[in-house]
């Protein structure tokens, strides 16, 4: 069973940088089409970026241009750099395939605020 770690949230002031990481198990990494999600409070959990297994990465317009998706599939980590957070960014993160596993993380909380 794949097992995902998400890791790299927290507390930042508008306009801020974090650099997410997702640690993957139990599959052939190098295989998959992964992707970054996240749930803002009280509202649906959504996909923000997804990274090809040549590491070809699709963004959002929400995220596109701040945030930069990448691979390293000798470690069997993914990563997300956010740049220039806004409040809006504030949400729990989850890494996860592009076609789901049926399994999640347990998430990385980022807050942006002043």
């Known amino acids: 069973q794949v097992q995902l770690v998400e890791s790299g949230g927290g507390l930042v002031q508008p306009g801020g940088s974090l650099r997410l990481s997702c640690e993957v198990s139990g599959i052939i990494f190098s295989n998959y089409f992964m992707a970054w999600y996240r749930q803002p409070p009280g509202k649906e959990r959504e996909l923000i970026a997804s990274?090809?297994?040549?590491?070809?990465?699709i963004y959002t317009e929400s995220v596109q241009g701040r945030f930069t998706i990448s691979r390293e599939n000798d470690k069997n980590t993914m990563y997300l750099q956010m740049n220039s957070l806004k409040p809006e960014d504030t949400a729990v993160y989850y890494c996860?395939?592009?076609?789901?596993?049926?399994?999640w993380g347990q998430g990385t909380q980022v807050i942006v605020s002043s």
């Open positions: 996860n395939g592009r076609v789901l596993f049926p399994n």
């Open positions: 990274i090809d297994s040549r590491g070809r990465p």
